[in-house]
């Protein structure tokens, strides 16, 4: 439907909505740059204070760039095995895809918690005794993404048509990889970009699961920002807007990145 010829209640929903939305947020943004904030409506003054103070933390950088490398690698990793499986199965077994997705939804059906302790049990004794390492926070990163990942690379190929581009481009005399290569995988990239994406910011926003394996041998932003939380609402709402404005940077970035190569596509 299109807002703009909609009626007024329509409208009016929706803006109450973004406002409902949009609310914490900004009581979020107005405290951490709040000096003295305490029976007024609105602060009595304002200070970059604990955004200086945060970035001239060693502690927050060293946990920033924990979060984004680890995050990274496992998105990487995801793309590296899920962008040819979901295509194989799409394309040549798809009598496969219950199958398939039975497999990518079980981390929907297992909580943080049960699958941190089962995790910790597995790995911290036997052969591989890699408990509060970064090798297994970045396999249990893998399993959170999966369903993410099957259903937005699924999606893409669905939405293009690839069994259709694909017996196309064999029918001009390409192979199969190069036809993967250089025609189906520059049409669905803005959707494995968005998935990408959706993916990077679960993984960072994860706590429990973080915590709980890793939590005393590897600090990222949200265990840090856990810790902090309890010294000062100021600091932690200038962490979690800082969180935010990241996340948006990094999407408005990717989508322009996606819609060029789209472009470039067509």
Known sequence: ????????????????????????????????????WQNT??????TLGWFRGMFQDIRFLEA??????????????????????VFVITV??????????????LPYAVPGVVAAVGLIRAYSSGPFDISGTAYLLVGAYFVVILPYMYQGIRNSLLSVSAVEL????????????????NVILPNIWPGVMVSAL????????EFVLTNMLVG?????????????????????SAIAISYFVFILLLSAVLMKLGMKIKGQAK
Not at 4 to 31: C, E, Q
Not at 92 to 105: D, T
Request: charged share 10%; aromatic share 14%; proline share 4%.
């Open 1 to 36: 439907m299109n807002i703009r010829k909609a009626g007024v209640a329509p409208r009016t929903f929706m803006l109450l909505l973004m406002i409902y939305l949009l609310l914490p947020l900004l009581a979020t943004g107005l405290y951490a740059f709040a000096q003295d």
């Open 198 to 205: 959706l993916s990077f910011s679960v993984l960072f926003g």
């Open 216 to 236: 005393g041998h590897i600090q990222t932003i949200q265990v840090y920002l856990f810790r902090r939380v309890g010294e000062s609402g100021h600091l932690a």
């Open 41 to 46: 409506l609105l602060p009595r003054s304002w």
């Open 64 to 85: 920033l760039w924990t979060s984004l490398y680890l995050c990274i690698i496992s998105v990487l990793l995801s793309l590296a095995v899920m962008l040819p499986a």
């Open 166 to 181: 694909l017996n196309a481009a064999e029918l001009l005399g390409a192979r199969r990889r190069s036809a993967f290569v």
């Open 92 to 105: 040549y077994f798809p009598l496969w895809e219950s199958f398939m997705k039975g497999i990518v939804v």
